[in-house]
């Protein structure tokens, strides 16, 4: 059973723009908190942004404050995340994950509730 599903990846030059979106099951919806998460070749998953259901406290690292957004449509259950002034840094794979607010800044999010597959975003100096 497919509790989020990704989509929007692709491969970009450095400063284009991708959006990404994640469509959420009946049970992931009922997460206080859906986002996402990537993780870099060679690199440890980290966290990216996090919003709740109800379109509040939007949050971001550092690395991409200023860059990225994420948003909701609550009522097609689906999470996106608007990507602009992309680096090659943010090349990755993107995954959607829900479940407690308070899990998205622990353990590289190893407490999330649902996942998604991931999807690949590729950005080219």
């Known amino acids: 059973q497919v509790q989020l599903a990704e989509s929007g990846g692709g491969l970009v030059q450095a400063g284009d723009s991708l959006a990404l979106s994640c469509v959420a099951s009946?049970?992931?919806?009922?997460?206080?908190?859906v986002g996402w998460f990537r993780q870099a070749p060679g690199k440890e998953r980290e966290f990216v942004s996090v919003i709740t259901w109800s379109g509040r406290g939007a949050q971001y690292p550092e690395s991409v404050q200023g860059r990225f957004s994420v948003n909701i449509d609550n009522a097609k259950k689906t999470v996106y995340l608007r990507m602009t002034s992309l680096k090659p840094e943010d090349t990755a794979v993107y995954y959607c994950?829900?479940?407690?607010?308070?899990?998205?800044?622990?353990?590289?999010?190893?407490?999330?509730?649902?996942w998604g597959k991931g999807i690949v975003v590729t950005v080219s100096s």
């Open positions: 009946r049970q992931a919806f009922q997460a206080n908190a």
């Open positions: 994950a829900a479940g407690d607010l308070s899990d998205f800044f622990a353990r590289n999010g190893a407490g999330m509730d649902y």
